[in-house]
T-cell receptor, first 115, second 115 residues
Framework: DAGVIQSPRHEVTEMGQEVTLRCKPI?????LFWYRQTMMRGLELLIY????????DSGMPEDRFSAKMPNASFSTLKIQPSEPRDSAVYFC?????????????FGPGTRLTVL | AQSVTQPDIHITVSEGASLELRCNYS??????LFWYVQSPGQGLQLLLK??????LVQGIKGFEAEFKRSQSSFNLRKPSVHWSDAAEYFC?????????????FGGGTRVLVKP
């Protein structure tokens, strides 16, 4: 299996631009998680989906952030408009349904820089 | 709400020496505990996890961790460190929810290995 795939790996944009991050979970996984990693705040859960339905978006920082999962094999995290403080590494993770102790598998991350 | 503290931000260890990384958690119920490792530019990889049973858990790459309920700790150990163990290590606690587990991560411990 190819694992969790994220694109792009690096994104540099200017303040005010729209940014879209993409994630392909591992086939057969029913849960998908979006995390953000910064030096100041560490790893934070932004939102997670179960069977393509958003379950908990309490970690989404503000309305500029939105996430969708139109099907079981694709999710996007969009920031519009982007701001310099959004600069971070964004990770996507997925896991199977079933036991809540099952492992979350992480993608390699997207490093976002907003100038 | 659950929380995780990793008291050591950086640890430097000589190759071949033993390593212990500290993790303290706060959670009102039975914790589900994880250790992940992040190599530079990579996503997070699960080293080991604990959710019940034997309090000494064996993981990949020669790592082990011991759950001590009385101390609210889940410290990670390795008897002999290899240069390839240089990475950042994250402890996490899983919260059981109706639709799956949410992970709360500690701030991470960066391990440097001296030759």
């Amino acid at each position: 299996d190819a694992g969790v795939i994220q694109s792009p790996r690096h994104e540099v944009t200017e303040m005010g631009q729209e940014v879209t991050l993409r994630c392909k979970p591992i086939s057969g996984h029913d849960y998908l998680f979006w995390y953000r990693q910064t030096m100041m705040r560490g790893l934070e859960l932004l939102i997670y989906f179960n069977n393509n339905v958003p379950i908990d978006d309490s970690g989404m920082p503000e309305d500029r952030f939105s996430a969708k999962m139109p099907n079981a094999s694709f999710s996007t995290l969009k920031i519009q408009p982007s701001e310099p403080r959004d600069s971070a590494v964004y990770f996507c993770a997925s896991r199977v349904a079933g036991a809540y102790t099952d492992t979350q598998y992480f993608g390699p991350g997207t490093r976002l820089t907003v100038l | 709400a659950q929380s995780v503290t990793q008291p050591d931000i950086h640890i430097t260890v000589s190759e071949g020496a033993s390593l212990e990384l500290r993790c303290n958690y706060s959670y009102g119920a039975t914790p589900y505990l994880f250790w992940y490792v992040q190599s530079p530019g990579q996503g997070l990889q699960l080293l080991l996890k604990y959710f019940s049973g034997d309090t000494l858990v064996q993981g990949i790459k020669g790592f082990e961790a011991e759950f001590k309920r009385s101390q609210s700790s889940f410290n990670l150990r390795k008897p002999s460190v290899h240069w390839s163990d240089a990475a950042e290590y994250f402890c996490a606690v899983g919260a059981l929810s109706a639709a799956g587990n949410k992970l709360t991560f500690g701030g991470g411990t960066r391990v440097l290995v001296k030759p």
